[in-house]
């Protein structure tokens, strides 16, 4: 069974440009989440969808952050304007639903550079 | 709000020593708790979990119990090994959302040398 796909996998990007990360979760899987993790700290939830719809979005910085979810199955997640501090991996995660007791399986992640 | 804290890394120990890695946890209700582990160059994956007190969640040797009286869940292994070097998440579910959402402590290095 493939797992959940990111990519790119590295971006280095200077500060104010955009840039759009993407995930493939694994087949069947309705629920997606999309965490940042800064280094030296663990992954906080940025927005999670159950299907094409968002369950979870209270920490997203809404001013620079959006992320879609059309179809219910591939999303982005987009930053624009980047700043500094927005350098960190970006991971992706599904579970087959939204519940403690669904595993989420996680993505290699995408590692950002803000210069 | 709900929070996990987690010891200190690095830890660095010889191959076959004991492990134990401290996660102690803030939250309301009665949340599920979880270990990950990451391996260099790998994605995050569950290593073990219980999702009530005085469980005891096991896995490669791993286990750890939900103690509620002392707000902990930590891990421990008899007998490390080379290969269990990698970066280890504790984390905890919200009770009484239960959307899955995780909420994870700040991760503890294991560095196990031959």
């Known amino acids: 069974e493939a797992g959940v796909a990111q990519s790119p996998r590295y971006k280095i990007i200077e500060k104010r440009q955009s840039v759009a990360f993407w995930c493939n979760p694994i087949?069947?899987?309705?629920?997606l989440y999309w965490y940042q993790q800064i280094l030296g700290q663990g992954p906080k939830l940025l927005i999670q969808?159950?299907?094409?719809?968002?369950?979870?979005d209270s920490q997203l910085p809404k001013d620079r952050f959006s992320a879609e979810r059309l179809k219910g199955v591939d999303s982005t997640l987009k930053i624009q304007p980047a700043k500094l501090e927005d350098s960190a991996v970006y991971l992706c995660a599904s579970s087959l639903g939204a519940s403690a007791n669904n595993e989420q399986f996680f993505g290699p992640g995408t590692r950002l550079t803000v210069l | 709000g709900d929070s996990v804290t987690q010891m200190e890394g690095p830890v660095t120990l010889s191959e076959e020593a004991f492990l134990t890695i401290n996660c102690t946890y803030t939250a309301t209700g009665y949340p599920s708790l979880f270990w990950y582990v990451q391996y260099p160059g790998e994605g995050l994956q569950l290593l073990l979990k219980a999702t009530k007190a005085d469980d005891k969640g096991s896995n490669k040797g791993f286990e750890a119990t939900y103690r509620k009286e002392t707000t902990s869940f930590h891990l421990e292994k008899g007998s490390v090994q080379v290969s269990d070097s990698a970066v280890y998440f504790c984390a905890l579910s919200d009770f009484f959302k239960d959307t899955g959402k995780l909420i994870f402590g700040q991760g503890t290095t294991l560095q196990v040398k031959p």
């Open positions: 087949s069947g899987h309705a629920t």
């Open positions: 969808f159950q299907n094409n719809g968002v369950v979870d």
